[in-house]
């Protein structure tokens, strides 16, 4: 592993490093290019790019493209010129996807003819647009190809990344991430994991999402490690990718890991090259089951998707801890401002004192966030009374390890406890019929919220009401409260494009939905099905609120803007 005592301060330095590296370094669909000829490509990109944006003027650069060898070039390319480059989501349509582009005042966006239909009938003033599998476009890089990388127009403080954060209220937010904090990154992660120069990370989570450029690319940059692409996620295609690219890191996010272990299993499984696996979201049951069956340890972690908190796993974290917090970082109740009391857990791991121990994670300490493009009201909301505000819900033991509880849209409080998303669906992970699990608040007019689950089923299950009802009294940490009052039962859970659960939509429709849900009525053990009758009688009676805002904003809890 390269020394990374003498370190680079800028992501123009690390691509500079690999000019004259003729070991192979990039991977993707039968094509194979070594360090250098990225580095060439970065170069002449960047050249181009110094004639295309006019001086003085904010030099962004759009890139809607999948995980292909264009999209780090150009990552690159930026690098080397002082530009940004604002990751556009190719799920986006219509109004939503020019806003994004817009927003971040792209002059130049990259594109490739799969996604040109996107674009029909969108008004782009001022935008120009460059079709990275064309022959013109071949033509309009041809007079750079002598460019060599010059590390020195770039500086520490320059913008790299735009990349947009997912949210449930409003449009999606471009955070803010410099040479500077990109490069650190890297060099962190590369400490922490041992990464070295014949590693090789396979980056399948799309590009566009911060988490495959600074916890996968950054790193084996820094690294001068070899990237191997996967053009889209695909779970069925993992382990033959591992494989063929001698992959032996990579990082995933959301219901990925889940994805992987429904494949059909077979008997050499573990026979691949992967050493680690970096991510979050994957749960505790299914980390144990990915490294029983492919011998590959998960580590989770979490980092706000703005930088501006990360707790890391070390060793002695207990089983549900996310890691330790560091100084600065605490857990406050959001209406009082105070710290909250240490989490107290019984016999059986059950969080008792979730009503007091459970608030929101805030780091008082330095941090790196950089802030919002063009979104001064949703900066200032993160930087209250010059704190770093999550909006993610966590309890921290006594020995200041933190669990995650759930984003600040997902609180639950029944009966006037608070009560942990994250860890309910751990709890639920268990039940041998659920290939997936969300859990979330819907609304009450007795105890402000109840809690609804959503189960996707195994191929060949089916939900047994009998079944799941025992399965819950034999939990011990489930806690009487934490039971699902309302169970909807779907085939594959609905994901957004960066495989997360989308919470919002499951949020949105409640117990009104195309799909067939259980329930327990008040007093009961059992689950039946839940009929228009029930739903006028108990959920949407004269005494319920109207469909819209949760009870948690009746209760003056309104979750923070995300």
Not at 303 to 314: D, F, I, L, R
């Amino acid at each position: 592993m390269e020394s990374t005592t003498a370190r680079v301060r800028t992501v123009a330095e690390l691509v500079a490093a690999r000019w004259g590296d003729h070991r192979p370094g990039l991977w993707c669909e039968g094509r194979v290019l070594t360090h250098h000829q990225v580095a060439a490509a970065a170069a002449a990109r960047a050249a181009l790019l110094a004639d295309l944006l006019p001086p003085g003027d904010e030099p962004h650069l759009g890139v809607l493209l999948d995980n292909t060898p264009e999209y780090p070039m150009w990552l690159s390319a930026a690098a080397l010129a002082g530009a940004a480059v604002a990751g556009i989501n190719p799920t986006r349509r219509g109004p939503e996807l020019a806003r994004d582009i817009l927003h971040t005042e792209c002059r130049v966006l990259i594109t490739e003819r799969a996604h040109l239909p996107l674009l029909d009938d969108l008004d782009l003033p001022g935008v120009r647009l460059l079709t990275a599998d064309s022959d013109a476009y071949d033509a309009l890089l041809a007079p750079y190809a002598d460019a060599r990388p010059d590390p020195t127009r770039a500086t520490p403080h320059d913008r790299l990344l735009l990349y947009f954060t997912s949210g449930s209220t409003g449009a999606p937010k471009a955070a803010i991430c410099t040479q500077g904090r990109l490069a650190a990154a890297g060099h962190s992660l590369v400490d922490q994991f041992g990464v070295g120069s014949d590693d090789v990370h396979y980056v399948c989570m799309p590009m566009f999402h911060g988490n495959a450029v600074i916890a996968d690319w950054a790193p084996a940059l820094a690294a001068g490690a070899g990237v191997a692409l996967r053009r889209r996620f695909s779970a069925s295609g993992f382990l033959t990718d591992v494989r063929r690219y001698g992959a032996t890191y990579f990082t995933y996010v959301g219901r990925a890991i889940q994805y992987v272990l429904a494949t059909e299993p077979h008997p050499d499984d573990r026979d691949n090259p992967l050493r680690l696996g970096f991510g979050t979201e994957a749960g505790a049951v299914d980390a144990a089951a990915f490294e029983r069956r492919f011998g590959v340890r998960l580590v989770e972690g979490y980092g706000s998707s703005e930088g501006g908190a990360a707790v890391q796993w070390s060793q002695g974290t207990p089983p549900g801890a996310v890691g330790r917090a560091v100084p600065g970082l605490v857990v406050l109740d959001s209406e009082t401002g105070e710290e909250c009391p240490p989490a107290v857990f019984d016999a059986g791991g059950r969080l008792v004192n979730g009503d007091r121990a459970i608030g929101e994670l805030v780091n008082r300490g330095p941090n790196p966030f950089e802030g919002y493009w063009r979104n001064p009201e949703a900066e200032a909301e993160r930087r209250r009374e010059g704190w770093y505000w999550t909006g993610d819900l966590f309890c921290r033991d006594t020995e200041g390890y933190l669990y995650f509880a759930g984003r600040g849209d997902d609180r639950l409080r029944v009966d006037g406890e608070n009560l942990s998303a994250a860890m309910i669906e751990n709890i639920l992970a268990r039940y041998e019929g659920a290939a997936a699990v969300a859990v979330y608040a819907v609304p009450d007019p007795v105890t402000g919220d109840q809690v609804m689950a959503t189960i996707a089923e195994e191929p060949e299950g089916g939900f047994d009401p009998v079944a799941f009802a025992a399965f819950l009294l034999a939990q011990p940490d489930l806690g009487t409260k934490m039971a699902p009052r309302f169970v909807r039962v779907v085939e594959r859970m609905p994901v957004t494009a960066t495989n997360k659960i989308h919470r919002a939509g499951l949020r949105r429709e409640g117990v009104r939905c195309a799909d067939p849900v259980w329930w327990r009525a008040p007093g009961e053990r059992t689950y039946r099905r839940l009929t228009e009758a029930d739903v006028l009688a108990h959920v949407e009676g004269p005494l319920a609120p109207t469909r819209g805002p949760s009870s948690v904003r009746r209760q003056g809890l309104e979750p923070r803007t995300r």
